[in-house]
Every structure is written in structure tokens, then in C-alpha cells.
């Protein structure tokens, strides 16, 4: 009889009794310890492991950001575009989570959906900072994370730096476009209002690519992240309502209408490049 395959006989490490193992490496056992169902649902752990999983992959999506916005300010134009598109990715990955939750029906959802309280992804403060670090800066979504001042204080933080597309413009001006008040900006806390200028700026990108090929490049990194960005919203909001369409009582708390609105009108980016014909304000 043949003998088991022992990856020892090729010289493969089989004890780790004092060395550094994988589960050791990535703290598996504190990964694995915070699944904390409140409920006897089935599917309620699916839901919190989405959702774990989903912030996890936003903490990446903030590294990369935060990156990507170093790297611009230092012309590093290459370095950030692989930030960038890695970005993208992230969130391609996020829509892609979104087909096994879709598995759940309404009804399997409303068994354990009185557990959560008033929970709800709306008041996710990594996705708001996402949005910050963007460029969208609604101040009156600080208000649901009031209660947590170290996540209003980091989030002051980011809206007191330039954001995402706040640095792609400091670029435009460096690189010799007059972008009018947004090259005089020196308080980054308030939204951007609609600017002239910038929009003849990455026109000129636009009609001449090989001329301007790094801004060219870098406007399109940027449509990218805002494009798979936006299909995730939508995404999140559709599932919750389909989570909803067939419970008695509403699947989602009161804040959810504000949240659909929110998430599904306005951009990341506070540029309106929105779509392919439409790239920045």
C-alpha cells in the first residue's frame, strides 16, 4: 500500500513549536473570536462576516487613498496611479461580496434583523472617511458618529488636509493650469464649489492626452475609483431594500432612507466625473 504523501520528505517545515506559524502571523484567533451572533439565525453569521470583511477591505481602500494623495503631492505620478488602481480593485472585490450576501433571502434576513438595533452600515465611519479622503465633505454626516469623539476627531482631521481630488488640482496648478479659487485654497473643510476654470483645465487634458499624458492618466485612475466606488453604493442600497421588500416590519432602521439618499447622489469625488462624458468641475 502506498505510503501517504509527507511534505517533509521534500523538506517542507512541519513543526512551528517556538517559530512564528501563519495563524500566529495573521492573529487568527482574534480574526476568528469576533463573529458574535446575537441571534439562533443560520444566516446571521454570512451577515456579520460580510460586513467584517467589507471594512477590512476599506481599511486597505483608506491605506491605498492616503498613499495615493502622498504620492501626488510629490509628482510621484506613477507611483500612484498602482495605488489607485488597486483602489479600484478593492472595490470591484467589494461588489463582487455583495452575490454571496444576495444568497440571504428577506425572509431569512428579518429573523435576526430585530437583534441589530438601530445598526446599520450608514454609520460606518471608515466608509465616511473614504468619502472624505475623496472629496465629499458633507458635514452633516459627522453627525451620526457624534457619540464616538476619537471617530469625529479623526474625521475632523481628514477634512482639515486636501482631499483625493483636492490634490489632482494642486497638480493642474503646478503643472501650469490656472484653476482659479481652487488654486488659492488654503481651508479644505468645506465642499468645493463648481469651478470654471477647472473644467476648461482637464478639457485641454482631454483634447490633447499625449501632450498632458500624466494628468491624462491620473484623471483616469480617478474615474475609475469613482466608477467602481459608485456601483458598490448602489449595490449596498439595492440589497437593502431587496432585504426589505418582504418583511412585515421594515428590514432597515429609520436612517436608511437618508442613507439611500446619500450614498446614491452624490459623488466620492466632489469633481462631477461622474461618467466618461463628464470629468471634473
Known amino acids: 500500500m502506498k505510503e501517504p504523501y509527507d511534505p517533509a520528505a521534500e523538506g517542507a517545515r ?44 476599506m481599511k486597505l481602500a483608506i491605506h491605498e487613498i ?27 472585490q467589494l461588489n463582487n461580496a455583495w452575490d454571496v450576501l444576495r444568497t440571504m433571502t428577506p425572509s431569512e434576513y428579518t429573523e435576526f434583523r430585530g437583534s441589530l438595533g ?19 465633505r458633507n458635514h452633516a454626516m459627522l453627525r451620526p458618529h457624534a457619540h464616538r469623539k476619537e471617530v469625529v476627531a ?20 503646478r503643472s501650469g493650469f490656472d484653476i482659479g ?3 488659492r485654497r488654503r481651508s479644505w473643510r468645506d465642499p468645493r464649489s463648481e469651478n470654471a476654470e477647472v473644467l476648461v483645465a482637464w478639457k485641454t487634458v482631454y483634447a490633447s492626452p499625449n501632450e498632458h499624458w500624466p ?3 491620473l484623471a483616469e485612475k480617478l474615474v475609475d475609483f469613482e466608477d467602481y466606488f459608485r456601483r458598490w453604493r448602489f449595490n449596498h442600497v439595492t440589497t437593502v431594500e431587496g432585504s426589505s421588500a418582504s418583511s412585515a416590519e421594515p428590514a432597515a432602521p429609520p436612517a436608511f432612507p437618508t442613507c439611500a439618499k446619500c450614498w446614491m447622489s ?12 463628464s470629468r471634473a468641475r
Open 66 to 92: 492616503r498613499a495615493a494623495m502622498a504620492a501626488i503631492r510629490q509628482d510621484r505620478l506613477q507611483l500612484s496611479y498602482k495605488m489607485l488602481s488597486r483602489v479600484a480593485r478593492i472595490f470591484e
Open 154 to 173: 479623526n474625521l475632523e482631521q481628514i477634512l482639515a488636509e486636501p482631499s483625493l481630488y483636492d490634490e489632482a488640482l494642486r497638480l493642474l496648478a
Open 14 to 57: 512541519m513543526s512551528f513549536e517556538g517559530q512564528m506559524s501563519y495563524g500566529d502571523y495573521l492573529h487568527l484567533e482574534r480574526v476568528l473570536d469576533a463573529q458574535e451572533p446575537l441571534s439562533q439565525a443560520h444566516d446571521e453569521l454570512l451577515f456579520i462576516i460580510q460586513h467584517q470583511t467589507s471594512e477590512l477591505w
Open 181 to 183: 479659487e481652487d488654486g
Open 266 to 277: 452624490n459623488c466620492s469625488l466632489n469633481c462631477g466625473a461622474c461618467g466618461r462624458n
Open 215 to 217: 494628468l491624462y492618466e
Open 118 to 136: 438601530q445598526s446599520s452600515g450608514f454609520q460606518s465611519y471608515q466608509y465616511r472617511a473614504i468619502e472624505f479622503l475623496a472629496g465629499n
